[in-house]
């Protein structure tokens, strides 16, 4: 799959957090607190085309 996010997502060298299907990657120079680009580890072509259960996760884990 040629995906810039699924790409950047195996990619070693970029510092990630996982959390319940997900990476979490901090800016390291955030416009906002809390700037971050979260990639499901699963590709997908929008947030709408997650199962459920993973749009619920998604919308959990940005509001901690
Ligand atoms: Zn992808």
Same mark, same amino acid.
């Given at each position: 799959?040629?995906?810039?996010?699924?790409?950047?997502?195996l990619?070693?060298?970029? #510092?990630?957090?996982?959390? #319940?299907?997900?990476?979490?990657?901090?800016?390291?120079?955030?416009?906002?607190?809390?700037?971050?680009?979260?990639?499901? #580890?699963?590709?997908?072509?929008?947030?709408?085309?997650?199962?459920?259960e993973?749009?619920?996760?998604?919308?959990?884990?940005?509001?901690?």
């Amino acid at each position: 799959m040629d995906c810039l996010f699924c790409r950047f997502s195996l990619d070693k060298n970029i #510092k990630a957090h996982e959390y #319940k299907g997900f990476y979490y990657i901090f800016d390291e120079s955030p416009v906002n607190p809390g700037h971050l680009l979260v990639i499901p #580890k699963k590709h997908t072509l929008s947030l709408l085309d997650l199962h459920k259960e993973d749009q619920i996760i998604f919308f959990e884990a940005i509001i901690e």
